[in-house]
């Protein structure tokens, strides 16, 4: 079983900053994509920002310039660094990996997981 633990959300004023972090557990051969997407009340979840095992990015136009995305390939950790951050920012983030993985006799399995979610805030 793969499982990701995402963490770093909090409250914060406009203009601050926050770092998200997403570590999957588990018998993993290879994380392909990693990274978040947000929901905000009444809105639909909405891409922030992804990476490949070949360190490629996708990040919304909505926080380029303001969000990083970066990888620990030997941690199995993605992290976003989220500065300047907006009201519009607030949302819940939802940790994202996808990936292959060790069966019980030793075969590739293919995995899709989500995190639980972070909160985070952001004021005016």
């Known amino acids: 079983q793969v499982q990701l633990v995402e963490s770093g959300g909090g409250l914060v004023q406009a203009g601050g900053s926050l770092r998200l972090s997403c570590t999957a557990s588990?018998?993993?051969?290879?994380?392909?994509?990693m990274g978040w997407y947000r929901q905000a009340p009444g809105k639909q979840r909405e891409l922030v920002a992804t990476v490949t095992h070949g360190a490629g990015t996708n990040i919304a136009d909505s926080v380029k310039g303001r969000f990083t995305i970066s990888r620990d390939v030997v941690k199995n950790t993605a992290y976003l660094q989220m500065n300047s951050l907006k009201p519009e920012d607030t949302a819940v983030y939802y940790c994202y990996s996808e990936g292959a993985n060790w069966g019980s006799d030793r075969g590739y399995r293919n995995f899709e997981i989500w995190g639980q979610g972070t909160l985070v805030t952001v004021s005016s």
């Open positions: 588990g018998r993993i051969i290879n994380i392909n994509v």
